[in-house]
């Protein structure tokens, strides 16, 4: 099976634009996560869909929101940029809700 | 204080020893995972558990719920071995994380 893939890899964006990240989990996989890695606060939970309801959110502003389609493929959106979002944004797929996570490469977001 | 602990922060081991990296929890989990991140950001996933003992290859993990704690073990290191190794705990739906162990096996 194709392992989970994330697009684009690299993005460069200004302050206040908006971003959209996506992501295809492994075949058959339907809850996808998202987390965002920076080197001050590392590793941190976005939120998490499972049948196309998102079920979790971890303590992030509204500006980050996301949606999972019927194929199970997932998007996250950043609006209003700032450069504290530079981050590496990763999603990870798993069968279920508490199963093992299969990750993804990860986008590498720069905000100048 | 975090809700993940792990200790210790860095590690540098000569190439056959044997590697303990320690992570401690505060909040009722559902799952304890270790994972694995190369340089260049992929992460793996070594282990998920919620009781007992794992081991795979050379890599052991044990998880004392009564105590919260967990432990990864690395038999007979090797440079390969260097990375970033995280301890996050789930709960129903989300994933709280460990600051990592930097691992650094030297041949």
């Known amino acids: 099976k194709a392992g989970v893939t994330q697009t684009p890899r690299y993005l460069i964006k200004t302050r206040g634009q908006q971003v959209t990240l996506s992501c295809s989990p492994i075949?058959?996989?339907?809850?996808v996560s998202w987390y965002q890695q920076t080197p001050g606060q590392g590793l941190q939970f976005l939120f998490e869909?499972?049948?196309?309801?998102?079920?979790n959110k971890g303590n992030f502003p509204g500006r980050f929101s996301g949606r999972q389609f019927s194929n199970s493929r997932s998007e996250m959106n950043v609006s209003t940029l700032e450069l504290g979002d530079s981050a590496l944004y990763l999603c990870?797929?798993?069968?279920?809700?508490?199963?093992?996570?299969?990750f993804g490469p990860g986008t590498r977001l720069t905000v100048l | 204080k975090n809700e993940v602990e792990q200790s210790p922060q860095n590690l540098t081991a000569q190439e056959g020893e044997f590697i303990t990296i320690n992570c401690s929890y505060s909040?009722?989990?559902?799952?304890l995972h270790w994972l694995q991140q190369h340089p260049g950001g992929g992460i793996v996933s070594l282990f998920m558990?919620?009781?007992g003992k794992k081991k795979h290859g050379r890599l052991i993990a044990t998880i004392n719920i009564q105590e919260k704690h967990s432990s990864l073990h690395i038999t007979a290191s090797h440079p390969r071995d260097s990375a970033v190794y995280i301890c996050?705990?789930?709960?129903?739906?989300?994933?709280?994380f460990g600051a990592g162990t930097r691992l650094t096996v030297k041949p």
């Open positions: 990870a797929s798993s069968e279920g809700q508490n199963n093992e996570q299969f």
């Open positions: 075949s058959g996989h339907r809850s």
């Open positions: 869909y499972f049948s196309e309801t998102q079920r």
């Open positions: 909040v009722g989990i559902s799952a």
């Open positions: 558990l919620s009781s």
């Open positions: 996050a705990v789930s709960q129903v739906g989300d994933m709280r």
